[in-house]
T-cell receptor
Framework: DGGITQSPKYLFRKEGQNVTLSCEQN?????MYWYRQDPGQGLRLIYY???????QKGDIAEGYSVSREKKESFPLTVTSAQKNPTAFYLC?????????????FGPGTRLTVL | EDKVVQSPLSLVVHEGDTVTLNCSYE??????LLWYKQEKKAPTFLFML????IEKKSGRLSSILDKKELSSILNITATQTGDSAIYLC?????????????FGQGTRLTINP
């Protein structure tokens, strides 16, 4: 069935390490998004991509990097420059240009820094 | 700066009560207002509102948008313990050709039996 998968579900990182969170979708959506959610807060946009090989910074891009080499994949790397990376990370996708369509979310990855 | 504000941030009621959750927004190139329910993981879509004054309903949940007041409400009648969740409101905007959602902080709703 169609959907968005994220892996791993839980991830532990030591300080100073880079880690990569996976996001894959088989919905044939053009646009993909990464959000971060902290306790008691809503979702904040990290990066987004409207088409392959193109992406833009969101509101809190510092310390993160992404790539979009394939339509179905949008991995997020949390670098050692991100000072407070412990959070719940959500990936989403939608059809680009479809104003009446919503974003669909993956199940999320919970990242903890040890 | 684009902003979405939800109130209250937290609400505890008894099963069977009716609740109203509020959302106000200030975003550039507003297109629609969305409501999501988040239990323990990914948000699930509830409503998308594009026209002012037209109520959308799904069972015991309903929502309406007021474009003049830049706000929306989500009503839940005859609440059940399964309605306990975080309810997120998001404004959909078009910025530099890209569609983006701006989320509020969420309302944590707890229904006690």
């Amino acid at each position: 069935d169609g959907g968005i998968t994220q892996s791993p579900k839980y991830l532990f990182r030591k300080e100073g390490q880079n880690v990569t969170l996976s996001c894959e979708q088989n919905l044939n959506h053009d646009a993909m998004y990464w959000y971060r959610q902290d306790p008691g807060q809503g979702l904040r946009l990290i990066y987004y991509s409207q088409i392959v090989n193109d992406f833009q910074k969101g509101d809190i891009a510092e310390g993160y990097s992404v790539s979009r080499e394939k339509k179905e994949s949008f991995p997020l790397t949390v670098t050692s420059a991100q000072k407070n990376p412990t959070a719940f990370y959500l990936c989403a996708s939608r059809r680009a240009g479809a104003s009446t369509d919503t974003q669909y979310f993956g199940p999320g990855t919970r990242l903890t820094v040890l | 700066e684009d902003k979405v504000v939800q109130s209250p941030l937290s609400l505890v009621v008894h099963e069977g009560d009716t609740v109203t959750l509020n959302c106000s927004y200030e975003v550039t190139n507003f297109r629609s207002l969305l409501w999501y329910k988040q239990e323990k993981k990914a948000p699930t879509f509830l409503f998308m509102l594009t026209s002012s004054g037209i109520e959308k309903k799904s069972g015991r949940l309903s929502s309406i948008l007021d474009k003049k007041e830049l706000s929306s409400i989500l009503n839940i009648t005859a609440t059940q313990t399964g309605d306990s969740a975080i309810y997120l409101c998001a404004a959909d905007s078009l910025i530099q050709g890209a569609q983006k959602l701006v989320f509020g902080q969420g309302t944590r709703l707890t229904i006690n039996p």
